[in-house]
C-alpha cells in the first residue's frame, strides 16, 4: 500500500494479522524497550539526566536561529560550504548541483532519516547517480525496494529468513544459517562500495554550533567509511539537530545510545569538522552541509515546537503500545510511532495525517520513554482538538447530544435510567448477562469485547436511598 | 499543573465524593464501596448531587468546548467542596491535570478550576498519600491478587504504592506480580470505538498476561479500563475478573465484622 498517513486504520487492519510482522514487531520492540530499561536504571539519576538532556534541546530551540547562523560561520571558517533548504525540493537540487559540480556518479550514505523524509534516492537514481546505502538495516530496505518501518531499526519489521531470502535473491549469496554470516556476506558486498565511491553522504544526530561540528553516531562503520574515504561529503541535516555546545552534547551522548539501542555508548561517534586540513593525509577534500527546514520552521512557530526537541531515538516507538501493535509502515509517514503521530501532521499539514493523533490510548508510556521528555500526550490531544471536526458528523452530533446530557444533572440521571432499561430490555430477550452488540456507532466496542449493562439503581438512587433519607 | 507542594491537606475535612460517571451508572457498587470504607475510617462522607461526568470523553477526543461546558457543571457542583475524592486515576488526573489547562483563557474559571484541582484526590492516594493511611483494618481468607497500573493514575497521578501498601495491610491477601502490569490494557477512552481493532489486539495481550499470572484476581483502580478488560475476558471465557481496590477493601472490611 502507498505511503499515506490517511490509510493508516487500513493498513494496521492488515498489519494486525500478518503474523509474521508480528512476530518480528514483537522481538524488536520487547527487546530494545527491555535494553533501554535497564541500561537507563544504572545511572545514578536518570531522571535528572533526562531532565538535563530536555533542558539543553529546548535551550537549543529557543536561540534556534542565532545557533544555525553560528554553526554556518564556523563551517565555512573549517572550510566546508553550507547550504539551506527551505523545502525537499531544494534540499534535493543542492545535492543534485554538488553532484553536477564535481562529476559525481557513485556515492555511499549511511544512515539518515532526513534523506529518506526529502525523497533523495529516487531523485539521484533520476540523475543516473548510483547512491548506495550502506547501513546493513537500510540497505536491506533498498535491496527490498521497501521502507524503513523505525528511525533507528529500519528493518524492525523483517525476520531474518526474510533476509536470507532477499540476499540469495540480490546480492548473489549462498545459503547461510546464522545472521552473522549473512552480516560478513553483505559486509563483503559494501566494501566494493566503499572502495569505487567518488562521494559519500550521512545524515547528522548533532551539530554543535561553538565548533561547527556535525556528530553521527552508528554501530557499523559504515559512516566511517561512507564518510572519510570518498573524496566528496554531504551531510543532510534537518535544522532541529543543532546544539549550542560540547557540554550539552556529553549530556545527550549519555542518553541518545541508552534510548535508542540500550548500549551506554555506541561502537562509533563520528565528528565531522569540515574537509580533511593540509596536515590530515585522509578524509574528504569537500565537505557539504545542507541544512533543511521542509516544515520545521513552521513547527517552531507553533504550540508544537517542543516536537523539535526529539533526537530520534526511537525510544517512545518500542515503548508506545500501538506501535508494538501495527509497526512502523502502517503511520504512511517516514516517522511513524508517537512522535511521528505529532511531527507528521504538524510538519506537513494536519489535515493530510489526519488519523496519526487518534492512533493513541493516551496511556503515556511514550513520554515515560522519552530520554528529552517531550509532552507527547498532551500534544496529541492539542492535535486531536484542530481535528475535533475532520471526526464526521457522527462525532460532533454525538458530542453535542452528551454535552448537554451532562450539563445538565436531572438529564444525566434520566439517560443513565433509560441505558439501563434498554440494557436490561435487551439481555432479557437475548437471557445473557452481559451485552454482546452495542448499537453504532459503538459496535465497534463488541467486535472484541462484552459490555456490561448499566446499573438497575445509580449511585445517585442508592445515595437518595441510604444517605440522603436517614 | 498544580504545584503539589502548595496542595492543602485534606486532613480533618469532610470528604465530597466524585464518584464518576461510570461508577454511577454503571457500577454503583463500587461507590458504595468508597463510602463505607471512608465511613469505617469515621470521615464525613457528602455527595454533591449535581455531578456528571468529569468531561475527559469530550476533552480527549479534541472537543474541547464541550469538555469545558462539561467541566463547568463539574465545578458548579463541587464548589462548596473542601476535597473531592474519586475511585479513579483517571477522572482524578483529568481535574487535577487538565482543568488548569482547558480554562487557561479564562480568568474566573481558571481560578475555579485550579482551586478544584488543589482539592482533588484518587480515593487509594486520598488515604495513603493524603491522611497517612496504609491499614484499613480488613482481613479476607487467603487469596493472591495482582494489580493492573492503570496508565493515567500511573503516569499522570504517580499512583502505584498506594493501592499496593493498602492491598498488601489486608490480612490474609498476597500480592504478586502481573507481567506487564504497566501496560495499556488498548482501553483508551473513545480509541476503544474509533479503532477497536487496534485496542482489541492491546487487549489480547493483557488477556494473555492475566491467563499466565497466579494472581486469583486482577485489581486496578479504574473501572473504564476494568471495564475493558473484563469485557475482553468474558468474550474469550476466561474464568479470571478483575475487581476494582476499592471493592476489595470494602469486603475485607464486611469479612472482619463478620
Sequence with gaps: MAMNPKNFVQSATIAIEDITLQTALERGTSNADGRRRQVMAELDDPYALRMQGRHAKLRALHDLPDLLEQ?????????????????????????????????????????????????????????GIRMVETDLGEYIVQLADDHPSHIVMPVMHRTKDEVRELFMEKIAMPYHEEASEMTAHARKTLREEFLNADFGMSGGNFMI?????????????????STGMPPVHIAVVGIEKIIPTWEDFATLI????????????TVYVNMF??????????????????????????VYASEYVEALACIRCGACLNACPVYQTVGGHSYGSVYSG???????????????????????????????????????????????????KTQGPVWELGMKAWRFGNAHPLLFEMGGKFASKVTHAYMQSTGADKLDTLPPPLNGWTEHRDFPPFAEQSFHDWWRQNREDK | ???????????????????????????????????????HLDIEVRFPMGQTCCGQPAFNSGFH???????????????????????????ASMVRHYYPQLFKDDAEWYDRATWAASMTWEFTEYLVDGLGITDIGAKLPPMTVAFHHACHGLRLMGLKNQAQQLVENIDGVTVTELEGYDQCCGFGGLFSVKMPQISGAMLRDKIEHIKACDADMILTGDCSCMTQINGGLSRNQVEKHVTHIADLLARGLKHNDQ
Design chain 1, 338 to 388: 508517537p512522535i511521528g503521530a505529532i511531527v507528521t501532521p504538524a510538519m506537513w499539514g494536519k489535515e493530510r495525517a489526519s488519523p496519526l493523533p487518534f492512533a493513541s490510548s493516551l496511556c503515556g508510556a511514550c513520554k515515560e520513554a522519552c530520554p528529552v521528555e517531550i509532552n507527547i500526550p498532551d500534544m496529541l490531544i492539542a492535535l486531536r482538538r484542530d481535528l475535533a
Design chain 1, 71 to 127: 554553526m554556518e560561520r564556523n563551517v565555512i571558517a573549517n572550510g566546508g560550504h553550507v547550504l539551506w533548504a527551505a523545502d525537499a525540493a531544494e534540499a534535493r537540487q543542492h545535492i543534485l548541483n554538488i553532484c553536477r559540480k564535481h562529476d559525481l556518479k557513485r556515492g555511499v550514505k549511511s544512515k539518515s532519516m532526513v534523506t529518506e523524509e526529502i525523497e533523495l534516492l529516487p531523485a539521484l537514481e533520476a540523475a
Design chain 1, 254 to 265: 549519555q542518553l541518545l545510545p541508552r534510548s535508542a539501542t540500550g548500549q551506554r555508548l
Design chain 1, 209 to 225: 554550533a561553538e565548533t561547527g561540528t556535525v556528530v553521527i553516531v552508528t554501530n557499523e562503520g559504515n559512516g566511517r567509511l
Design chain 2, 65 to 91: 468546548d464541550d469538555a469545558r461546558a462539561v467541566a463547568k457543571q463539574f465545578l458548579t457542583a463541587f464548589a462548596d467542596a473542601e476535597v473531592i475524592v474519586a475511585p479513579s486515576g483517571s477522572c
Design chain 2, 1 to 39: 499543573m498544580v504545584d503539589e507542594i502548595l496542595r492543602p491537606s485534606p486532613r480533618h475535612k469532610p470528604v465530597s465524593l466524585f464518584v464518576t460517571c461510570i461508577v454511577d451508572m454503571v457500577y454503583p457498587g463500587t461507590g458504595v464501596s468508597v463510602v463505607e470504607i471512608l465511613e
Design chain 1, 273 to 298: 569538522n569540515g574537509p580533511a586540513r593540509i596536515d590530515e593525509p585522509d578524509g574528504p577534500q569537500e565537505f557539504y552541509l545542507v541544512l533543511v527546514d521542509n516544515g520545521r520552521s513552521d
